[in-house]
C-alpha cells in the first residue's frame, strides 16, 4: 500500500496568525484533521537553518520558543539557511519548499497580495510571484480582506495563475465569502477537481489557486468588517509597524477591537482549508 499522500502546511499561521498560546493546540487540531481526510499533515519551517518539511512537534515547540519569529518568504529562505537562522514559512515559501518535496497540496487562510496602496511603496506580496513558480495547488479562503482584493485577482489573472472556485464562482476576501470578482471556473464536487488540478500542475508547472470561502456560520458582517478594520489600521500605525510588520500588526489589531470575532473566524477558515485540502490531496493520489 502507497503511504498517505502529504498535505503542506505553513508555519507563519501559528507564529503569527494565533495567540502563542494557541499555537501548539491548533497545530494538533490540524493535523487530526488531515489525517482524518486521508492525508499526513507536512508542517514547513526553518530551525536553526535547517528547512525542514514535516515538523515534528518538538521541532515546532522549539520554534514557538523562540523570543522572535521571523517571517520567512522565498526572498530570505536563503539567507536564513546560510546564517543558521529559525523563522516561519509564509505562503511563498511553503508553496517552495511543498514543490521540493512533492507535496501538490497546500492548505492555508488566506493568500498574500496586492496592497491597497501603491503610490508611495510597491507592495506586492511574493505568494503571488511563488505561484507562478512551483506546481503546487493551494486551499485558500482568497486574499486578505485588508489587501487591494480586485487588484490581487487581476494580477493572478495577469500571471496566468488558474483561480478555481470549489462549491463558489467567486473570489473570496477571506472573512467574506465574495471579494467581488469571479473565479476562472467552479468545480462542486471532489473527483472532478483533484482530475482538474493533477492535469494543470503536470502540464503548465506552476501553482493554482483553490478558492475555498469561509463557511456560511462563520462570515463576518461587512459593516462590523468595515468598523473594526479602520480601527485596526489606526491602532497599526500608531504602533509603528512598517513593512512586512503591517500586516501582522492589523491582525492583532483587528482580534483585539472585534472582541475575539476575527481570531474564531480565521480559526475556522483555516480548519475548513484543511479539510478540503486534505480530500483534494487523497483525491489527486487515487
Request: include cysteine; hydrophobic fraction near 45%.
Amino acid at each position: 500500500m502507497p503511504p498517505p499522500p502529504r498535505l503542506a502546511l505553513e508555519t507563519t499561521l501559528l507564529t503569527h496568525g494565533v495567540p502563542r498560546a494557541s499555537a501548539l493546540p491548533l497545530a494538533r487540531v490540524i493535523a487530526s484533521l488531515a489525517r482524518a481526510h486521508g492525508c499526513e499533515p507536512a508542517l514547513m519551517g526553518v530551525l536553526r537553518g535547517q528547512p525542514i518539511a514535516g515538523m515534528t512537534e518538538t521541532q515546532l515547540a522549539q520554534l514557538l520558543d523562540e523570543p522572535s519569529v521571523e517571517k520567512i518568504n522565498t526572498s530570505s529562505l536563503a539567507a536564513a539557511i546560510a546564517q543558521g537562522r529559525s523563522g516561519a514559512t509564509t505562503v511563498s515559501t511553503t508553496i517552495e519548499l511543498a514543490a521540493g518535496c512533492g507535496c501538490r497540496v497546500f492548505a492555508t487562510g488566506g493568500i498574500g497580495g496586492v496592497h491597497k496602496d501603491l503610490s508611495a511603496v510597491l507592495d506586492i506580496s511574493t505568494d503571488l510571484i511563488a505561484l507562478t513558480r512551483w506546481p503546487v495547488a493551494v486551499v485558500t479562503a482568497g486574499c486578505k480582506s485588508i489587501l487591494d482584493v480586485r487588484g490581487t485577482r487581476e494580477l493572478l489573472e495577469t500571471l496566468g495563475v488558474p483561480v478555481i472556485g470549489y462549491q463558489t464562482a467567486r473570489f473570496p476576501a477571506f472573512y467574506q465569502r465574495d471579494g467581488g470578482t469571479d473565479t476562472d471556473a467552479r468545480f462542486d464536487d471532489i473527483a472532478p477537481l483533484a482530475r482538474f488540478v493533477r492535469a494543470t500542475l503536470a502540464h503548465s508547472n506552476r501553482g493554482i489557486i483553490i478558492a475555498n470561502p469561509i463557511p456560511h456560520e462563520h462570515e463576518i458582517n461587512a459593516d462590523d468588517w468595515a468598523r473594526w478594520l479602520a480601527a485596526a489600521e489606526a491602532k497599526a500605525r500608531s504602533s509603528g509597524a512598517t513593512g512586512r510588520g503591517v500586516t501582522p500588526a492589523v491582525l492583532a489589531a483587528l482580534h483585539d477591537v472585534s472582541a475575539g470575532r476575527t481570531l474564531s473566524a480565521n480559526i475556522a477558515l483555516v480548519k475548513h482549508n484543511v479539510q478540503v485540502g486534505a480530500m483534494l490531496a487523497a483525491a489527486i493520489q487515487n
